[in-house]
């Protein structure tokens, strides 16, 4: 028997690509001499969508939203490489009975890793040190004093998996930790903000760990970046366009603001000139979850989810917003 087609409409990991290939036919339109053909070919019986953050190829994105999705009336399921599925419409999804995956857990604490690893590269200025050594600066002077982390309260916007394991590796540096998002959570000592800019008021460092998406879009603007005032240091290691990218901007600009650290920027891969001309802030090209092993996993979560629903099994790892087994009114 052929194997069912499966589609990836922008460019994901080899090693992706290889575990599906196994048991599916692997369509990749960016690769096609003419794309629209290629989808038009598979349109009518496809079943199968794989997606992510395409984190290589400039121009190639991808959202997943209704009218893509009404393109294909057999669709059964979009799976995705990544915890956050932005990209993705999962409530239209939802109506439409197709089941969104996602890859939840097995990249927490890389993702927590890289978040305190740019904290403390930003609050030291450990780029800039490198930077220095190497340019030969340091028989001629001394690199400048850098701020320090010592007394510093750190306030997490969205304490999910990822958030949490920021906090912990936070107490073991002696942070004070707050939190802020939709709701106090249970079992949860940290103090609890239900407002973003009551907590930048209480907090020297932001930690933005929170979903993307139009929910949360320029959740942290300018009023928040006042509140956390000149000592201030956001770290965004979550989605581009929760942080209001001119305002931080301004807020760097005009030393509202220490600096930032970012992984994430509103219009991937591109970084905003103005950021890239600041020497105090550190860039990275979202990096979070990006270490071999944690994308082996990921890709492999991604396979086995496909792989359970194909076989009738059902999907391993089910977004909110279409959980497994289906509920009646799950569009609600
Ligand atoms: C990846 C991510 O960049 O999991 C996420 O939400 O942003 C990252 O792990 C991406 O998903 C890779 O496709």
Redesign the pocket.
């Known amino acids: 028997m052929d194997k069912p087609d499966i589609l990836m409409p922008v460019p994901?990991?080899a090693h992706l690509r290889d575990g599906l290939a196994g048991g599916f036919n692997v369509v990749c339109p960016f690769e096609a001499a003419d794309p629209d053909a290629a989808l038009a070919n598979i349109a009518p019986g496809l079943r199968f969508i794989v997606t992510?953050?395409?984190?290589i190829a400039e121009g190639v994105s991808r959202p997943i939203d209704q009218a893509y999705m009404a393109r294909f009336p057999k669709l059964a399921l979009v799976a995705?490489?990544?915890?956050?599925?932005d990209n993705i419409d999962a409530k239209a999804a939802a109506a439409r009975g197709i089941v969104v995956t996602?890859?939840p857990d097995v990249?927490t604490e890389e993702?927590a890793d890289a978040a305190f690893g740019l904290l403390l590269a930003v609050v030291r200025q450990l780029p800039q040190a490198d930077r220095f050594t190497r340019a030969g600066e340091w028989p001629k002077r001394a690199f400048p004093l850098s701020a320090s982390l010592r007394g510093r309260t750190m306030g997490i916007v969205g304490l999910g998996r990822i958030g949490k394991a920021i906090a912990l590796r936070g107490e073991a540096f002696g942070l004070k930790i707050a939190y802020n998002g939709r709701h106090e959570q249970k079992g949860v000592a940290w103090p609890f903000f239900a407002d973003l800019v009551e907590m930048a008021k209480a907090c020297d460092i932001l930690m933005v760990s929170t979903p993307g998406g139009a929910e949360t879009r320029n959740l942290v603007g300018a009023a928040a970046l006042d509140a956390l005032g000149p000592d201030g240091v956001v770290v965004n290691i979550?989605?581009g366009g929760i942080v209001d990218e001119d305002a931080l901007i301004a807020a760097l600009r005009d030393k509202r603001i220490l600096s930032a650290g970012l992984d994430?920027y509103l219009d991937e891969p591109r970084v905003p000139e103005a950021l890239l001309a600041m020497d105090h802030v550190v860039l990275l090209p979202?990096?979070?979850?990006?270490t071999g092993p944690t994308?082996v996993a990921?890709a492999g979560l991604v396979v086995d989810n496909v792989a359970s629903f194909a076989r009738g099994a059902g999907p391993l790892t089910p977004v909110a917003e279409t959980p497994w087994p289906p509920t009646q009114n799950r569009a609600n």
């Not at 992510?52 to 984190?55: C, I, K, T, Y």
């Open positions: 994901l990991p992510g953050v395409p984190v995705n490489m990544g915890v956050g599925y996602n890859t990249l993702t979550a989605r994430v979202h990096v979070g979850s990006a994308r990921m």
